[in-house]
């Protein structure tokens, strides 16, 4: 349909139905909705200051461990972490890559729950060795449960939500793509998917890899930013296809690597992905383009709508951007939403226009997204 004809029509179905929105209530309707599909999957993002800890847990309540920060946080805060929340066992550990930012406190974790038998099914690495006290620890304690996770490799995590290896040891689907020893371009990358939502995972991997990884990994709701928010991780061309609405970046306070990076900061608010970091470290995004949590966060999402919440953060609900182009802010701080534009429409416009997906659900999409 005409470019001009399209938007007519979806101005005038926006702005007949705005004053249907008020009067019904959208908080409503969408929590309707929301609590409409009650399994919900949790992502935690666990403040290991200078490092990455994730902790996934599935709907049916399976977990997955994203590496554990250096060492001393694997003791000292992950598994303290774990017990508040009762948890005595790990489905599985995923370590991204050798450096002890990332598998430092695995080992910790590992004893401190009693020994890989708490490990119920694989830690999954990218193979091969590395030459580091953290990685023999690592070995250690994770013993016959060590298993090598490749870049074709799928992890059915639970019913609806699988994890999708897209690159380890240097491959992607396609092959080698590099052979060198840099540690972080062999970085193990995930791609979670559970029904419409989908978040990315990097580890610390760079733009030598990135160009090649993008096709993979393809339009997501949320980046976990590479290594930190350094300046050689998450070029343009891999933002161009992630398109996260959300980033995530793990940093810590008083990083000697200048992490996050101003340059990659400015590269995700370019983009309109609200950022939210564990620390501030070197740099953090003007206010209203994202925060800083200065500990743990986490994002729960049903799979067509997230919410990320922590102590000190205004809670966001999100349509997932499959559900939303671009992802549609549900609320925000108990519905009084920021400024926040798709192309030049203003929010509570866009909103309608879920409104109207709900109730005239056979009106051509096409008409909608030709703005
Ligand atoms: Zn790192």
């Known amino acids: 349909m005409g470019k001009g004809k399209g938007s007519l029509i979806t101005i005038f179905l926006v702005l007949s139905n705005l004053g249907a929105c008020k009067s019904l209530g959208l908080q409503h309707i969408y929590t309707t909705e929301i609590s409409a599909t009650s399994s919900k999957l949790e992502i935690h993002v666990i403040n290991v200051g200078q490092g990455d800890c994730f902790l996934i847990i599935s709907p049916s309540g399976k977990r997955i461990l994203i590496d554990a920060g250096n060492n001393g946080e694997g003791a000292g805060c992950v598994l303290p972490f774990l017990n508040d929340i009762s948890i005595t066992s790990l489905d599985y550990i995923v370590a991204s890559h050798y450096h002890s930012d990332h598998i430092g406190g695995l080992d910790e974790v590992v004893n401190g729950l009693g020994g890989n038998a708490h490990i119920v099914f694989a830690a999954y690495d990218r193979g091969g060795s590395y030459n580091s006290k953290a990685y023999t620890d690592y070995i250690d304690a994770i013993g016959a449960k060590r298993a090598t996770l490749s870049a074709d490799q799928t992890i059915?995590?639970?019913?609806?939500?699988?994890?999708?290896?897209?690159?380890?040891?240097?491959?992607?689907?396609?092959?080698?793509?590099?052979?060198?020893?840099d540690e972080n371009t062999l970085s193990v990358v995930l791609v979670l998917k559970y029904h419409t939502f989908e978040m990315y995972f990097g580890g610390d991997s760079n733009s030598i890899i990135e160009p090649y990884l993008a096709p993979y990994a393809g339009d997501v709701d949320v980046y976990k930013v590479s290594h930190h928010g350094s300046a050689t991780s998450s070029s343009q061309q891999l933002l161009d296809i992630l398109k996260p609405e959300i980033s995530v970046i793990p940093v810590g306070d008083g990083n000697t690597y200048g992490h996050p990076d101003s340059g990659t900061v400015s590269r995700l608010v370019y983009m309109n992905s609200y950022i939210y970091q564990t620390e501030t470290g070197s740099a953090s995004p003007p206010s209203e383009k994202g925060e800083v949590a200065n500990g743990n966060f986490k994002i729960v999402t049903d799979g067509y709508s997230y919410t990320i919440s922590g102590a000190s953060l205004t809670p966001m609900t999100r349509l997932t951007d499959s559900r939303a182009p671009e992802g549609g802010i549900i609320s925000m701080n108990n519905m009084i939403c920021r400024g926040f534009w798709w192309g030049r429409i203003p929010f509570a416009i866009r909103t309608a226009i879920d409104f109207r997906f709900d109730f005239f659900p056979n009106y051509p999409l096409e008409v909608l997204k030709d703005n």
């Open 156 to 181: 059915k995590f639970d019913d609806g939500v699988i994890i999708e290896c897209i690159a380890s040891n240097g491959s992607i689907h396609d092959g080698q793509i590099y052979s060198g020893v």
